[in-house]
């Protein structure tokens, strides 16, 4: 009782720098607008750090026996690129953009728990920088992102890299579930009155499930850094097997995690996909019930496949039967929302915006990542190339060639909405073709080198000529990336001070979150317009032509 006088006065120090505007009002601000931006830009910078780690390693990898990297160095860089772009970008990213536009999307005024809000960013970005604290400490941690045991243990890692790492990912992991209840909560209590779960935004029913994801799937990451840690630091003995530990058990645990977070990772993303594709095609989306069930079957699906990254552990051939049966089931929700978006573009008036190109890459990009990962569901497929570069190549064209593509089409489409200015087509095409062209020579030629057998994981590679010409192409492609994303970032400042004036609704929108000013005022609404589908804009715009409508002159008439 002591302390609380004491806290008074910081927190009303805190509330009058939120109200007075400035840095510090962003630093004490529970706006879920505010936090959503800091989400994107704080996920920026991690994008960079990561993006500048992969350069020096398709840098060392460029000739054979290179020795720009020393091998250390090189698996310290690789192991914080994937973890980087995994827990620092690709997640943060999607929370980003859920933080910011759900409430809007809902016609409500915030987050159901504000503070929760404000405390999972900063979990966020304070577990990001302990993790990069571990570069000043001359000992980042050098056993893969996904840290198998006994390769993360000690006394193969004995120096402070994997402390640094578990701490940071369990602090990210507890931000992480509490954006997730807290969307829940949102969702569940603070529609507005009319929207049912049938007129829910898809953007917002695909938030909604991937909450659960990360509900049901984070605890299992936590629990195996804890344990990991206290094998570390207290000799426990979870994953040693001289004391009767297991490391094949450290897998189990973290592909139960690791698997549902491959959709955590991409079911906002879908959801992008199924606002962007119908506007620009000025269709409403095809099957509507069919794409958000089938992100039901999903995700329930998802926590039964974990152990197709273990089948060359040596389970057994009955439990490499299960997991390759469910691993191709989990590919048919997936192929359903393909065949879905592509009816909504068929016979549709599109508009090939910036966004909307990359929408349809996308469609493109994730089905090669889709069909390679099928390949792998194939058990003696695995065997064979599962410790290759063709795993390199099917990761990233999940990751980079869906999620990424998705989230630009994202920032392009809501940019507008962000800022109150358009971002500039012209750089935008420019972004989209370099991009396009980089990622397809950085990772389509990385499939030729996983079935010609080079290892993933290694620092140099023999001089064979056919894995001497494939890396240099990835090389180059590599760098054509890393220009792409400095005309991005150019196109973001620019637009962001001197772009064109976007407007309240420039894409001529049907969601709710267009409704309003660009960008919404602190409070989102003035006025929410009544919901009676699950394009209130649309209606609003066209009374005569909404189903209610006619329903009403249906019933008027006597029929």
Same mark, same amino acid.
């Given at each position: 009782m002591s302390e609380v006088p004491v806290a008074l006065p910081v927190l009303r120090k805190l509330q009058r720098f939120e109200h007075e505007g400035g840095m510090l009002s962003w630093v004490a601000s529970v706006d879920h607008k505010q936090i959503g931006i800091l989400y994107l830009v704080t996920s920026l910078i991690f994008f960079l750090a990561g993006g500048v780690e992969a350069l020096l390693m398709r840098t060392q990898l460029i000739v054979p026996e290179n020795r720009f990297l020393n091998p250390s160095l090189y698996n310290q860089i690789f192991t914080m690129h994937g973890t980087t772009m995994i827990f620092l970008v690709v997640v943060p990213v999607l929370l980003g953009l859920m933080v910011y536009l759900i409430p809007l999307m809902i016609g409500a005024r915030d987050f159901a728990f504000p503070r929760l809000n404000a405390f999972a960013y900063w979990m966020y970005a304070l577990g990001g920088l302990l993790l990069y604290f571990s570069f000043f400490a001359h000992d980042a941690p050098a056993a893969g992102w996904f840290a198998y045991t006994p390769l993360s243990e000690k006394p193969y890692s004995n120096l402070q890299g994997m402390d640094y790492w578990a701490l940071s990912l369990l602090v990210v992991g507890t931000g992480t579930i509490a954006t997730g209840l807290n969307v829940i909560a949102t969702i569940a209590s603070m529609r507005i009155k009319g929207m049912s779960l049938r007129h829910l935004p898809l953007f917002a029913w695909m938030s909604l499930i991937n909450s659960f994801l990360i509900v049901g799937a984070m605890p299992a990451l936590n629990a195996a850094l804890v344990m990991l840690l206290v094998d570390r630091q207290l000799q426990g003995n979870f994953f040693k097997p001289a004391a009767g530990g297991s490391p094949i058990f450290w897998q189990h645990v973290f592909w139960n995690f690791g698997h549902p977070e491959v959709y955590i990772m991409v079911l906002p993303a879908f959801g992008i996909i199924s606002e962007v594709i119908p506007v620009f095609s000025r269709k409403v989306i095809y099957g509507y019930a069919v794409v958000a069930g089938s992100t039901v079957a999903i995700a329930l699906l998802s926590f039964g496949v974990w152990a197709h990254h273990m089948f060359a552990v040596g389970l057994g051939h009955f439990l490499d039967?299960?997991?390759?049966?469910?691993?191709?089931?989990?590919?048919?929700? /997936?192929?359903?929302?393909?065949?879905?978006?592509?009816? /909504?573009?068929w016979g549709g008036a599109i508009r090939f915006t910036t966004s909307m190109w990359f929408a349809v890459a996308f469609l493109v990009m994730f089905t090669i990542g889709g069909l390679s990962g099928v390949m792998f569901a194939v058990v003696p497929i695995d065997w064979q190339l599962t410790d290759t570069y063709f795993v390199v190549a099917h990761m990233h064209y999940v990751l980079f060639g869906g999620t990424a593509f998705a989230v630009f089409a994202g920032i392009y489409y809501?940019?507008?909405?962000?800022?109150g200015r358009m971002l500039s087509e012209r750089m935008g095409k420019w972004h989209f073709w370099l991009t396009f062209i980089g990622f397809n020579l950085t990772f389509m030629v990385q499939h030729s080198l996983g079935m010609l057998g080079m290892p993933r994981r290694v620092f140099t590679y023999p001089n064979i000529h056919t894995w001497k010409v494939l890396n240099f192409v990835s090389t180059i492609g590599a760098y054509i990336l890393g220009v792409s994303v400095v005309v991005f970032l150019w196109n973001v400042i620019a637009s962001a001070r001197q772009g064109? /004036?976007?407007?309240d609704d420039p894409w001529d929108a049907w969601t709710l979150e267009w409704a309003t000013s660009s960008p919404p005022p602190v409070h989102n609404f003035d006025y929410v317009p009544p919901v009676r589908s699950a394009r209130p804009l649309w209606d609003l715009k066209h009374p005569e032509d909404t189903d209610w409508e006619r329903a009403r002159k249906r019933q008027r008439n006597g029929r």
């Open positions: 039967l299960v997991f390759a049966a469910s691993s191709m089931l989990i590919a048919v929700p /997936t192929g359903v929302k393909i065949f879905n978006w592509i009816a /909504t573009m809501w940019f507008p909405k962000f800022s064109r /004036t976007a407007g």
